[in-house]
C-alpha cells in the first residue's frame, strides 16, 4: 500500500497541563485549498479558503480532465468548506503543483464521500502521490468513513494528513490517478509548514522489540493517524499552536472500564528548548488521565485499530504535575507498546527538571502481518 519511506505516526498525550500563553508557531506556508469552487470562502478558524478553479496550483487542462461537482446530500455533522464542493478527476491523473519553501509541511487532504453528478460515493477508487511518496492506494472514502463509523465517531468526513519534507526544488506536488473503471475526488487541501525540529529532527525512537528500523529524516514521509488528547475534549485547529492540528478525545479508545482519574491542573508549564511550546497546545496540557493511587491494581490501555505490516511511530507526551509528587521516587510506572515493554519503571524526575516540565518520547514498532492480508489489528 505505502512505499517503505512512509512511516504511520501518532501521537498520544498522557500527562500534562498548563496556563500560560503558547505563543503560535507563524507558517511561512499557507495553503488552504477549496476545490471544486470558483470563489474564496471564510470559516470560523479564521481561515481564508481559495477556490481551485481560478487557481495557479492547477494544471492548465483542468476543464479537460476534470470538473467541480456538489454533493448531493451534506450531513449534518460536516461543514459547508471545504466539502460542498468538490474536484472530480475523469483522467489518467490530476496534479497540483504548490510552490512553498523548502522543510517539512503538513498537508492534509479532506474528503467527503457522497454522490457527485450522478456518480455515486462507492464509485471512487483511486491514489494519491506526492514528491515521490505513495500515499494512499486504491483508497475508498466512502469505505473508509464506513469503518470510522463503526467503530469510533459519527462523522461522515474523513481527513487524511501527511508530514512530507520539501527539499530544495520548492515544489509539493500533489497527483490524484483514479482506478481502473472509477473516478477520483478531492473536496480540500490544506499545506502549512512546521518548525524544522517538531518531527523530523526531534529525538531519535526508540525501537520496541528491535535493535534499528527506519529513520524519520527528510526523506521519510509520515501519515498521521491517530492524536489524542487524554481525559480532555476535543480541540480543533483554531486551539492549536498555529498549524491547525486536531485533536480528539481519547475515551473512545480507552479498554475497559478502567478510565483512571482526569483532574485539572491550573499552575504554568515550565517549557524547554527540547520541549517548546508549540510542541501541543495549552488545552491538551491542561488535562491529564492517571492511575493515582490505584496504579497497582489495574493498567491504563488505549486500543488503536491499525493496519498490519507497516512501521508506526508512537510520540507519548508527559509531564509531572500532581502538586503532592514533588522528587523522584514518587512516580514510578511502566510503558507496554504493542505487548512489548518499552519502558521499565520511568521515573519523570529522571526525564525533566522537575515538576512542571514536559518531555515527550518517540517510540517505533512493527505491526506483523501474519496472513498476508494486511488486515486490521489493535495495537495497545
Request: glycine share 4%; with cysteine.
Amino acid at each position: 500500500m505505502f512505499n517503505f519511506s512512509l512511516l504511520f505516526f501518532f501521537e498520544i498525550l498522557l500527562i500534562s497541563t498548563t496556563t500560560t500563553t503558547a505563543q503560535p508557531y507563524k507558517a511561512t506556508d499557507r495553503v488552504f485549498l477549496n476545490c471544486g469552487s470558483s470563489s474564496p470562502s471564510n470559516t470560523n478558524l479564521d481561515v481564508r479558503w481559495e477556490g481551485d478553479q481560478r487557481s495557479k496550483f492547477v494544471p492548465s487542462n483542468i476543464t479537460t480532465t476534470s470538473f467541480s461537482s456538489t454533493p448531493d446530500h451534506l450531513d449534518s455533522s460536516v461543514p459547508e468548506i471545504p466539502y460542498s464542493t468538490a474536484r472530480i478527476i475523469n483522467s489518467s491523473s490530476f496534479t497540483y503543483i504548490f510552490h512553498v519553501t523548502r522543510g517539512p509541511k503538513f498537508l492534509r487532504l479532506h474528503f467527503y464521500p457522497a454522490a457527485y453528478s450522478s456518480l455515486d460515493a462507492k464509485q471512487f477508487f483511486f491514489s494519491v502521490s506526492s514528491n515521490g511518496h505513495s500515499l494512499l492506494t486504491n483508497f475508498s472514502a466512502f469505505l473508509a468513513v464506513s469503518f470510522l463509523r463503526n467503530t469510533h465517531t459519527t462523522d461522515a468526513r474523513i481527513l487524511k494528513e501527511f508530514l512530507i519534507n520539501v527539499n530544495d526544488a520548492q515544489k509539493l506536488n500533489v497527483t490524484f490517478t483514479p482506478s481502473p473503471n472509477s473516478y477520483a475526488f478531492i473536496n480540500g487541501i490544506e499545506i502549512l509548514s512546521m518548525p524544522e525540529n517538531l518531527y523530523f529532527q526531534a529525538t531519535t525512537p526508540k525501537y520496541i522489540n528491535q535493535v534499528t528500523g527506519p529513520v524519520i529524516d527528510s526523506d521519510t514521509a509520515l501519515e498521521n493517524i491517530y492524536r489524542l488528547n487524554m481525559g480532555g475534549g476535543q480541540i480543533t485547529g483554531n486551539n492549536d499552536t498555529g498549524m491547525y492540528r486536531s485533536w480528539d478525545q481519547d475515551n473512545n479508545y480507552i479498554y475497559g472500564a478502567a478510565i483512571g482519574l482526569t483532574p485539572l491542573y491550573n499552575n504554568p508549564i515550565m517549557y524547554t528548548t527540547e520541549t517548546p511550546n508549540y510542541t501541543a497546545p495549552e488545552l491538551v496540557y491542561q488535562t491529564q488521565r492517571s492511575m493515582g493511587n490505584q496504579s497497582d491494581k489495574y493498567n491504563l490501555t488505549w486500543i488503536l485499530p491499525v493496519d498490519s505490516g507497516f512501521y508506526y511511530m508512537l510520540r507519548l507526551h508527559f509531564c509531572n504535575i500532581i502538586p503532592k509528587y514533588t522528587k523522584p521516587g514518587q512516580v514510578l510506572f511502566t510503558i507496554f507498546i504493542n505487548n512489548q515493554t518499552a519502558e521499565e519503571e520511568v521515573d519523570l524526575f529522571h526525564w525533566t527538571k522537575g515538576s512542571g516540565y514536559p518531555v515527550f518520547k518517540d517510540y517505533i514498532v512493527f505491526v506483523h502481518d501474519r496472513d498476508g492480508s494486511r488486515s486490521k489489528q489493535d495495537l495497545c
